[in-house]
């Protein structure tokens, strides 16, 4: 059973900087996809950030963004410690959301309905 665990939220100034992580135990077989969503107050979940692994025991991986953070964030992860991580920079008031991560197996799709496995969450807060 896949299990999803969030850390790394927290308060920050406008411009700021966090790195979320989210550790997964249980495997996934064969092609899979990790992502990052976020659901500000009163607002619908978004997907955020996607990473697409082969899991065939090569390096590739493919990325994709939403257009509100493009050149801000960064998805990555690392498979020794099953963890993917979201790299925020530049962080804007409209960032402030809960942000969760998800995994499905096969292609990467950032349409949260796709998604069989969740975490918890964590906030991020974004102050000016």
């Known amino acids: 059973q896949v299990q999803l665990v969030e850390s790394g939220g927290g308060s920050v100034q406008v411009g700021g900087s966090l790195r979320l992580s989210c550790a997964r135990s249980g495997a996934i077989a064969g092609r899979y996809c990790m992502a990052w969503f976020r659901q500000g107050t009163g607002k619908e979940r978004e997907g955020v950030a996607s990473?697409?692994?082969?899991?065939?025991?090569?390096?590739?991986?493919?990325?994709t963004y939403a257009d509100s953070v493009k050149g801000r964030f960064t998805v990555s992860q690392d498979n020794a410690k099953n963890t993917l991580y979201l790299q925020m920079n530049a962080l804007k008031p409209e960032d402030t959301a809960r942000y969760y991560c998800a995994a499905k197996g096969g292609s990467c799709i950032l349409f949260m309905y796709d998604y069989p496995h969740w975490g918890q969450g964590t906030q991020v807060t974004v102050s000016s």
């Open positions: 990473f697409y692994t082969l899991n065939d025991g090569t390096t590739y991986n493919s990325t």
